[in-house]
Nanobody, 125 residues
Framework: QVQLVESGGGLVQAGGSLRLSCAAS????????MGWFRQAPGKEREFAAA????????YSTDSVKGRFTISRDTAKNTVYLQVNSLKPEDTAVYYC??????????????????WGQGTQVTVSS
């Protein structure tokens, strides 16, 4: 089993930045890819970014490209999501996820076996 714990969410004004962290523990050697999803109120959980074991990164739509950056610290088994130029529409619960394989470059929730509890990001206008 793999456990994921997110941190770093909070309330921020539009235009601000946050760095979200996701610490993995347990059978981390089995993880091939880690990613971030987000779920806004009343909406489905959507893919934001992912990073593979080889360091290759994937991002979702143009709405996050250039503003979100995913990175990792392999020694700490931690993945980060730097979110800049935040907009009110970025308000959501941000979830960390991990998978033992990567089947597509724009993954869905079905592609990830392990999930964290989520961290709330609220952007005020």
């Amino acid at each position: 089993q793999v456990q994921l714990v997110e941190s770093g969410g909070g309330l921020v004004q539009a235009g601000g930045s946050l760095r979200l962290s996701c610490a993995a523990s347990g059978r981390t050697a089995s993880i091939y890819v880690m990613g971030w999803f987000r779920q806004a109120p009343g909406k489905e959980r959507e893919f934001a970014a992912a990073i593979g074991r080889n360091g290759i990164t994937f991002y979702s739509t143009d709405s996050v490209k250039g503003r979100f950056t995913i990175s990792r610290d392999t020694a700490k088994n931690t993945v980060y999501l730097q979110v800049n130029s935040l907009k009110p529409e970025d308000t959501a619960v941000y979830y960390c996820a991990a998978a033992r394989s990567l089947r597509r470059t724009i993954p869905t929730t079905d592609d990830f076996e392990y999930w964290g509890q989520g961290t709330q990001v609220t952007v005020s206008s």
